[in-house]
């Protein structure tokens, strides 16, 4: 019988001395930055991992959130709302048709906001300071309290009412308020996800623009170069990184975010408004009990994440391609 | 050579230790900054004077006061702390229950649903009251309905394939909780004196939903706003108003049938009250931007005289006048069914919400003195007068024992023997509910299919989830017991 030679590689003539070499190759205290990093890798571990784990495992089956015991069911949650119950089928379908929807256009409107704010803020002088600070209110105070207002601005009578009204426009005013007419509802609820994410561009659009070359905007305006030509072919293609930065944690945000939703239309009215994050929501906490609710809950979140992971990379290899 | 270790010495050693001792201090003021722990030891540091101290947890916060009040109560009869805690809203608190199952760490007394306490039975997290509580004291329709798991609730549980094997385990006749408190939905409440500026008679309630339509119309005409329900809410609208009218349309057996899947939903009697339902948009009778209120708002835009009626529960009216409407104003009736309806009944009390003590409780003696009190005739009057709600332990009509407005709800349910419909199925399972939930939504905004078209896709709906529970099988029909 062949005997192996017990840790060979410590008969290898200069081994043991390469390690001391590496070993001595280590800076002093080489552990401090892990000691720094534990409590982060601790805590994603303990919350984050663990729920991630949790929640797929949780997907292929059904429980009522109380009992020790799961049961097995395979496939059949994410089958149910995909195309084994017509009405939830249905219903998540429109529901992500509403997240891309909200992921098409809000973002794109956010980064078109923020930019066009940031370009009439770049200057200095007390007014625009004013102005940057009043532009990035909705960023800071974006709450429930905003969102309660926003929505005394759609009902009927409200603001909004009023305006048109005052403006001899009754007729633009719908009778049941901008939240309330099924064909209005999502366009009123994503005009307050970009009134509420446009600051946030608008800050980085404007660090991107005072650290351009100011030579090379003076060089091309003593070329003859117009404030549009300008825009469009030095400005907007160095600013473009960031607006690669801004579309896709906007669209991520865009597809997860259903608290927007939830405060202003829990969905309706006839599901105009429902998205898919609010439906793992309604699943996970509402209907809970001996229903499949958590489940059901789950299978629906990950699907999602699925859709989300594929659009970001889809997005990343677009914008990197171009930038 | 010997060398001796100075004290510069040990500082240099220190130092070279600086950033682990850093990272304790951090770690300590992390943990420090921590919440404290508010278990018994603490609750007993904040009232020394007390021997024990209970938690309870509810989720409605308006009846953190009355409860208050009931600790109070008991605390100056026997020394017994006990701490009302409220999380609000609902499904924060349905989370926050699941969460502490889990982890053991629920309170000494739980308030939950009435129906959805034998989940936490089964899980394990309930204490069996079996022989330490009796029905006695409670209001018909409450105790022996809802506490002791009876034979036909159980007889339902194994006709549902669906029913988990520990909830089956459960033996008849044990219980695991008592009822706090009572009352029934389907109650409408209209505005007296803008019936009167109506021209119709403030006392006399609507016989049938067209009467209804008809009242709602002339109040309207008068320039008077129409009706605020939460259609906000997705269960509103089947719940509190069409099914509590379409039950008396059919009768409770055939009703009973219908949402079940054993006869067809898809009738000319379904469809005219869906017809019913959707007038209430045709003629403007909603007030405008209904589908965007929710059941507090609603109930506010009613006290604020901002609509003429209101559809809820016992709760509602006790909401209603919390919120500083006058009770004498209110003219309060059933939900009424569509002309020509086989059956007209009142509802009767049911048990709304149960109390139990779980499974965590390191005083479970002392938790049951408190149900006891808090159920007794004393606590109960305590807790009505103090969160203007009906509690399930019978008590006086009179208003110095109970507050004005629970007397009023309590002379509304005199003589009725306490049973609400009798259905076990109230909705459509599954699906199907979703489907008719999304179908009332439409008609209230005007939109969607005909309702033939609605009453046909509702029924395919019902098919497909009772094929998919009952594989294939009819499900098992239910005998509606008879009204008392």
Redesign the interface.
């Known amino acids: 019988m062949k005997s192996w030679p017990a840790r060979a590689t410590s008969t290898v003539p200069g081994a043991r001395a390469l390690r001391r070499s590496r070993r001595r190759r280590l800076p002093p205290?080489w552990w401090?930055g892990y000691?720094?990093m534990a409590?982060a890798l601790l805590l994603f571990l303990v919350l984050g991992a663990y729920c991630v784990t949790f929640s797929f495992a949780l997907s292929f089956f059904q429980w009522?959130?109380?009992?020790?015991?799961w049961?097995w069911v395979g496939l059949d949650n994410f089958a149910y709302f995909l195309y084994?119950?017509?009405?939830?089928a249905q219903?998540f379908r429109d529901s992500l048709l509403h997240n891309i929807e909200i992921a098409a256009i809000v973002p794109i409107s956010s980064c078109l906001v923020g930019l066009a704010l940031a370009l009439l803020l770049n200057r200095s002088g007390r007014v625009s300071r004013l102005f940057r600070t009043l532009y990035y209110l909705p960023a800071i105070t974006a709450g429930v309290a905003t969102l309660y207002t926003w929505?005394l601005i759609y009902?009927?009578?409200g603001v909004l009412s009023a305006l048109l009204t005052a403006l001899r426009l009754p007729t633009l005013v719908p009778?049941?308020?901008w939240?309330?007419?099924?064909s209005l509802a999502l366009p009123a609820v994503m005009v307050v996800m970009i009134w509420s994410s446009a600051p946030g561009a608008m800050l980085m659009y404007l660090a991107g623009l005072q650290t351009l070359d100011k030579e090379v905007l003076d060089a091309a305006a003593m070329d003859g170069a117009g404030a549009w030509p300008r825009l469009r072919h030095i400005i907007w293609p160095l600013l473009f990184p960031i607006t690669v930065i801004l579309m896709i944690l906007g669209m991520d945000v865009a597809i997860q975010d259903y608290g927007t939703v939830y405060l202003m239309?829990?969905g309706?009215?006839?599901?105009a408004t429902s998205l898919v994050g609010l439906l793992v929501?309604q699943h996970a906490?509402?209907m809970?009990?001996?229903d499949t609710g958590l489940g059901l809950g789950s299978a629906m979140g990950w699907t999602l994440f699925l859709f989300t992971f594929v659009l970001a990379m889809v997005n990343l290899r677009l914008f990197r391609a171009r930038a | 050579v010997k060398r001796t270790v100075t004290h510069s010495d040990v500082a240099r050693r220190l130092t070279g230790y600086r950033?682990?001792w850093t990272?304790a201090a951090l770690?300590a003021l992390?943990l420090t900054a921590l919440p404290r722990v508010s278990g018994p030891a603490a609750v007993l540091a904040a009232h020394p004077r007390s021997d024990v101290a209970l938690t309870m947890w509810t989720w409605k916060v308006f009846h953190k006061s009355g409860w208050e009040a009931v600790a109070a109560a008991f605390k100056a009869k026997t020394g017994i702390t006990v701490n009302i805690q409220a999380f609000s809203p609902?499904?924060?608190y349905?989370?926050k229950v699941?969460a502490a199952?889990?982890t053991r760490q629920l309170p000494d007394i739980l308030s939950y649903w009435s129906g959805?306490q034998w989940?936490?039975a089964?899980?394990?997290?309930l204490m069996d009251l079996t022989g330490k509580v009796s029905a006695e004291g409670f209001a018909p329709g409450t105790y022996a309905q809802s506490s002791v798991l009876t034979k036909d609730a159980h007889a339902a549980w194994v006709a549902n394939p669906?029913?988990?094997k520990?909830?089956l385990a459960l033996p008849v006749g044990h219980v695991f909780s008592v009822p706090t408190l009572a009352g029934s939905p389907n109650f409408m409440m209209f505005n007296k004196s803008m019936m009167k500026k109506a021209g119709l008679n403030p006392d006399k309630a609507p016989a049938t939903f067209e009467e209804l339509i008809a009242d709602l119309k002339k109040i309207t005409a008068a320039g008077q706003p129409g009706f605020a329900a939460a259609?906000?809410?997705?269960d509103v609208p089947p719940y509190w108003i069409l099914c509590p009218a379409y039950v008396q349309a059919v009768g409770r057996q055939a009703y009973d049938d219908q949402m079940n899947g054993l006869k067809p939903l898809n009738n000319p009697t379904f469809v005219h009250m869906l017809d019913l339902f959707k007038e209430l948009r045709t003629s403007?009778l909603w007030v405008?931007?209904?589908?965007?209120i929710?059941i507090d708002p609603a109930d506010v835009t009613f006290a604020q005289q901002r609509s003429s009626l209101d559809v809820g529960g016992t709760y509602t009216f006790g909401a209603i006048v919390s919120l500083g409407m006058d009770p004498k104003n209110i003219l309060v009736f059933n939900v009424p069914g569509p002309a020509g309806s086989v059956e007209k009944f009142r509802n009767g009390m049911f048990s709304l919400i149960e109390e139990a003590i779980t499974r965590d409780s390191r005083h479970p003696a002392e938790a049951l003195q408190w149900l006891k009190f808090s159920t007794s005739a004393e606590g109960a009057a305590l807790f009505a007068k103090t969160a203007n709600d009906l509690p399930a332990t019978r008590l006086p009509a009179d208003p110095k024992v109970v507050g004005a407005p629970i007397a009023q709800i309590e002379r509304f349910f005199a003589g009725s023997a306490g049973t609400f419909t009798g259905v076990t199925h109230f909705v459509p399972a599954?699906?199907?509910y979703?489907?008719l939930q999304?179908d009332l939504?439409?008609l209230?905004?005007g939109?969607?299919d005909s309702t033939d078209m609605m009453a046909t896709a509702l029924q395919?709906?019902l098919d497909?989830?009772n094929a998919?529970t009952y594989k294939g099988q009819k499900p098992p029909r239910v005998i509606v017991p008879p009204l008392k």
């Not at chain 2, 259609?231 to 997705?234: E, G, H, L």
């Open positions: 205290r401090v000691l720094f409590p009522d959130g109380f009992s020790t015991s049961r084994g119950d017509p009405a939830t219903l929505q009902q009927p009578g009778y049941d308020g939240l309330g007419t099924p239309t829990n309706g009215p006839a599901g929501f906490t509402q809970g009990g001996t | 950033p682990l990272m770690l992390g609902d499904d924060l349905r989370t699941r199952t889990n959805a989940d936490l089964a899980a394990g997290a669906t029913t988990s520990k909830l259609v906000k809410n997705p403007r405008p931007g209904v589908t965007n929710d599954g699906a199907a979703t489907l999304k939504q439409q209230v905004v939109e969607g395919k709906e497909a989830v998919k």
